[in-house]
């Protein structure tokens, strides 16, 4: 079983920064990936970011150079640093994270209950 809890959404002028973090409790689960997407209404929802067990990051081409992610293993927790902030970027974002049952041999997605970012103009 995996859980996850975002926290850091808010309201930000544009221009402005965030920092998003989710926090990851697994038991007996191996999570080769974790990564944030975003959301809103009337639409698919869409990566922004992701980090491997390795250390190996995937943007979002309308991200980069803008937001970074990064882990810390020891706090079991994931970031993602937002800077100059759009209002293209108002979303719920979603924190996911990806593995396996402990050697098993399927992965799973475990998802977030999201969090609010909003970019005013």
């Known amino acids: 079983q995996v859980q996850l809890v975002e926290s850091g959404g808010g309201l930000v002028q544009a221009g402005g920064s965030l920092r998003l973090s989710c926090a990851a409790s697994?038991?007996?689960?191996?999570?080769?990936?974790m990564g944030w997407y975003r959301q809103v209404p009337g639409k698919q929802r869409e990566l922004v970011a992701t980090?491997?067990?390795?250390?190996?990051?995937n943007y979002a081409e309308s991200v980069k150079g803008r937001f970074t992610i990064s882990g810390d293993n020891a706090k079991n927790t994931v970031y993602l640093q937002m800077n100059s902030l759009k209002p293209e970027d108002t979303a719920v974002y979603y924190c996911?994270?990806?593995?396996?049952?402990?050697?098993?041999?399927?992965?799973?997605?475990?998802w977030g209950q999201g969090t609010q970012v909003t970019v005013s103009s």
């Open positions: 996911n994270a990806r593995g396996s049952r402990y050697r098993g041999p399927y992965e799973y997605d475990y």
């Open positions: 697994a038991r007996y689960f191996s999570i080769s990936t």
């Open positions: 980090i491997t067990n390795g250390g190996s990051t």
